[in-house]
């Protein structure tokens, strides 16, 4: 809107009150609302894509794409749990497995059988039943290490759980508020599968006398404390351990200038916690059509071919291309952690609570 | 509460000595009908964008399957991690207010006693971090006690994680509303009260405990009581500094809200902060209305004189030097890093949009910051001007004197409750606002309002009433009274009042991160935005911005010391 028509707007609701209002509200609403042709997806902070690839879908489609990031992964999936009776969109993407729960729970999303769905790899299918979620991409929260740090001390980087309470690696793991970040809550879960609801507790004891640091998000984890990436190097990070993502050791390379020929950091592959996001229909979604399309699309071979270099996930889809570098760069993770989502669903508050009691305060 | 950095509180010390007040008068029955009118379109506009808002978000967490569940107050309460977030809060802001009071009064002292070159602009400089956002208070902080900050290239000293920063950040922060409030009054003490008693044998010590030091006192408890409402809801200083390990009521509610989902929780928290903000809004209320009994003022400018003596050359010297160290210098870091790449390169990057945090280039914030803070400072204005000519009539009772503190609440209420219920209470018709611009501005219009209000109401109640009457007599017509009587009067207060809301409003971040759309970001939700992301130039980016809007602020800090009235005092 002009400045003019701001301000034209401004004296309008102030000075006339709700019957300025309602127009206000009417006008803007008719828009969007059930314009057919317009189809909102609602994500976080981190979604990106391919612009060419969506322009495709655009032209195939007939529908315009409006792309609303709101927060990080967190605060979107509880933005859109808040408005879910007038959504902001029509197609939510980015919840996890970790929140999975919170919004089935709340009647965040409404039953849709995506087209294709038949090819998306079986462990990564949930709730068959309803079919109120599409998973799209998924990857692997691990520890990572500073190949340097431990090539230069002739020490064995850890490979394992067990490995990270051991003296040798004491005052060396920095990590993420559970409470607050994505991947915080992933290795507490990664924990709480290792070692069962009753020894998880006993495990961060040892960790936190082992010289834990917590800090409350990825970006200060992994770019200022940690030693091995190109962030935290130029920060003087003096951690070289780090919960990040099995993919953040290729991320190391492509984005390096110039490249390296191997990967700076690696991955302790005995530490992972897998996490699959999955995307739905909004329940009061205005464009159910456009919706689904955006659905099927998601999970249509082009989309999944894009994902992995725009956002640094695996695809889910069976033959979707996983890009050489992943694999050059990094391991696929053989068997990382995994918890049932009801599980989770059952146990999270819980344990993230008793989580912050035990090692933040 | 974050959004709330500006009041200031000039309310007594701006108000004419009571002896040249106009007196209370009876007044027709009109006059109610007419206040109720003036009263109509602000009350209106407080149940609409506060109250129904707050409560819907508040109800949300507390009715669960239909049945309200207050005992859920008492489970909340009961939690040990509640109690020390209670705890922190409390005993922060207590520090927080002590060491301000400490470390701002003898800048107060300065500031009304003596006269010397460059006041007036250093009275500007010491006000622009009290307009500043607090993310850009929390990057300046950052960017000095943080990893890599001045004071950690120079001799390895980080209190980024430590309550020292937090405490330091606050007192920059709180500065200005001592040096204000108590320096104004001080100024206008009559100073011959003290030499009289020192002419009566009184020693120097004895004369300022028994005379200066009970004139002030209700001034230095305003102004605590203030400092403490600040930063027992500081939220952007203790996110950004505080690491995961310190939170206050007001963080909490946010991670509560935000992060955890616990919307009971959270729903408990900001009912205890309304009682609490509530309790220090009444105290501070009635500390108001005891220093406007007898004091015997004086004009400002007759009080201050240059400095004599080594001992006075020494205290002006170290007010100085403290404002230099703890005021200028984290805005100077900031500017430095600002210009850490070659060639403005930071400034240059502004205009691109590669980085992909937003949909739009990061410059586009300024645009959007500067129209969502006129349209804000409009409709504060409007709300804030027509509260104020109802409050300045003297009729008023316990009814208005009601109005007049639920005017002041928005200050201490959880900026992120508000935003979260603006997001679910402002979504259907006829209120259906939320994918609508105008939500931004009404909520930094809130924060607006209660600077209005105070800015307006000493100036419009200065207004002899007897003139208003004669006019009408001679048959002007109320519209026609207003703009030639009262306008003229009032238009320079009316000018100061814009000027603050203006930068509230531009400054607010608490609310607007929550209802800013990612392609509308204002400036505070840009610069966060891109403190949270990895890499230099993102960190750059985020200086330069900070550094644009401190720009911005002073600027108009600068005007509005040019239009600064001498009766009318502060601000």
């Not at chain 1, 790899?121 to 599409?134: A, F, S």
């Not at chain 2, 935003?419 to 909520?443: E, H, N, Q």
């Not at chain 2, 607010?508 to 970001?521: K, L, M, Q, S, Y």
Request: proline share 5%.
């Amino acid at each position: 809107m002009s400045t003019t028509g701001k301000f034209t707007a401004v004296v309008a609701v102030t000075g006339l009150g709700l019957a300025a209002l309602t127009a206000c509200g009417s006008s803007d609403s008719g828009d969007e609302g059930s314009g057919s042709k317009t189809v909102t997806l609602v994500s976080h902070d981190s979604f990106a894509y391919t612009k060419a690839v969506l322009k495709d879908f655009e032209k195939e489609s007939g529908y315009k794409v409006k792309v609303l990031k709101d927060g990080d992964a967190g605060t979107a999936v509880n933005k859109a749990i808040l408005t879910k009776d007038n959504p902001q969109g029509d197609v939510f993407f980015g919840v996890d497995n970790t929140l999975l729960s919170r919004a089935l729970d709340n009647g965040l999303f409404q039953s849709y059988e995506a087209k294709g769905s038949d090819l998306i790899l079986p462990q990564y299918r949930v709730d068959q039943d309803k079919h109120r979620v599409t998973p799209i991409d998924s990857g692997d929260i691990c520890v990572n290490y500073d190949k340097a740090y431990f090539d230069k001390r002739k020490l064995a980087p850890p490979t394992s759980f067990d490995d990270l309470i051991k003296p040798e690696y004491k005052n060396l793991l920095v990590t993420e508020n559970a409470s607050t970040s994505s991947p915080g809550l992933g290795f507490l879960l990664g924990t709480a599968a290792k070692y069962g609801d009753d020894g998880w507790q006993d495990y961060w004891k040892k960790l936190k006398s082992n010289g834990v640091k917590v800090v409350d998000g990825w970006e200060q984890a992994y770019n200022v404390e940690f030693s091995g990436s190109a962030g935290g190097k130029k920060a003087k990070g003096d951690r070289p351990l780090v919960v990040s993502y099995a993919s953040s050791p290729p991320a190391e390379v492509i984005y390096a200038d110039p490249k390296p020929k191997t990967a700076p950091t690696g991955v302790a592959d005995g530490t992972c916690f897998r996490q699959v996001e999955y995307a739905g229909l909004l329940s009061n979604a205005k464009n159910t059509k456009g919706g689904k399309a955006l659905i099927d699309f998601l999970i249509t071979k082009k989309f999944q071919d894009d994902m992995p270099l725009n956002m640094f996930v695996y695809p889910v889809r069976e033959v979707a291309q996983v890009p050489p570098e992943f694999t050059k760069f990094g391991p696929a993770v053989e068997n990382p952690e995994t918890l049932d989502p009801a599980k989770i669903a059952d146990n999270r508050d819980e344990w993230v609570k008793s989580w912050t009691s035990l090692v933040l305060k | 509460m974050d959004l709330a950095r500006t009041e200031v509180e000039p309310r007594a010390e701006a108000e004419p000595p009571a002896s040249r007040r106009p007196r209370p008068r009876t007044r027709p029955r009109t006059g109610s009908a007419a206040r109720l009118a003036l009263m109509a379109l602000p009350v209106a506009f407080f149940g609409l964008f506060f109250a129904y808002p707050v409560a819907a978000i508040t109800a949300r967490g507390l009715r669960i399957d239909g049945v309200w569940r207050f005992g859920r107050i008492g489970d909340v309460l009961a939690q040990s991690d509640i109690r020390h977030v209670l705890w922190f809060t409390t005993w922060q802001a207590l520090a927080s207010t002590a060491l301000t009071l400490l470390i701002a009064l003898p800048g107060a002292y300065v500031f009304a006693r003596f006269d010397f070159r460059g006041k007036q602009v250093l009275r500007a400089v010491v006000t622009v971090p009290f307009v500043l956002p607090t993310v850009v208070v929390g990057t300046a902080f950052l960017a000095l006690l943080g990893r890599g900050g001045l004071l950690d290239e120079l001799w390895g000293v980080r209190l980024d994680t430590t309550v020292w920063a937090i405490l330091l950040a606050h007192v920059f922060f709180n500065y200005a509303v001592v040096v204000r409030t108590v320096g104004g009054l001080w100024s206008q003490l009559d100073p011959r009260q003290e030499e009289a008693a020192r002419v009566l044998g009184a020693s120097r010590f004895a004369a300022w405990r028994r005379v200066t030091l009970p004139a002030l006192g209700p001034a230095v408890a305003a102004a605590a009581l203030m400092v403490f409402l600040f930063t027992f809801t500081s939220f952007g200083v203790v996110q950004i500094l505080g690491g995961p390990t310190f939170s206050t009521l007001e963080v909490e509610i946010y991670r509560q809200t935000s992060e955890i989902f616990d919307l009971s929780t959270a729903a408990v928290l900001t009912l205890v902060q309304f009682v609490a903000v509530g309790a220090i809004l009444a105290v501070h209320a009635w500390t108001v209305r005891r220093r406007e009994t007898a004091l015997r003022l004086v004009d400002a400018s007759v009080t201050a004189r240059r400095p004599r003596g080594a001992g006075q050359w020494a205290l002006l010297a170290g007010v100085l030097a403290t404002i230099a160290v703890l005021l200028v210098l984290p805005l100077a870091v900031l500017v430095e890093r600002s210009l850490d790449a070659p060639g403005f390169g930071y400034y240059k990057a502004l205009t691109s949009d590669e980085g992909g945090i937003f949909l739009v280039p990061p410059i586009e914030a300024i645009g959007n910051s500067l129209q969502y803070a006129l349209a804000a400072t409009a409709i504060a204005l409007l709300i804030g001007g027509l509260a104020a000519a109802a409050l300045t009539r003297r009729d008023a009772g316990r009814l208005v004197r009601g109005f007049d503190a639920l005017l002041m609440l928005p200050l201490g209420v959880s900026a992120v409750t508000v935003g979260f219920g603006f997001l679910i209470a402002l979504d259907k018709p006829p209120l259906d606002l939320r994918s609508t611009w105008i939500l931004v501005p009404l909520a930094q219009a809130l924060v607006g309002v209660p600077f209005v209000v105070r800015t307006m109401l000493p100036v419009l109640r200065a207004v002899d009433g007897r003139l208003r009457e004669a006019a009408a007599v001679l048959g002007a017509s109320p519209w026609r009274v207003w703009r030639e009587v009262d306008l003229p009067m009032v238009r320079r207060a009316l000018l100061i009042a814009a000027g603050f809301a203006f930068a509230v409003s531009l400054g607010e971040f608490g609310a607007t991160v929550f209802i800013a759309r990612p392609d509308n970001p204002t400036l505070p939700v840009a610069v966060a935005r891109l403190l949270g992301r990895a890499g230099d130039l993102n960190y750059g980016q985020a200086m330069a911005l900070s550094t644009i809007l401190m720009m911005v602020c002073a600027v108009a800090l600068l005007v509005l010391e040019r239009l600064r009235t001498d009766r009318t005092g502060e601000f």
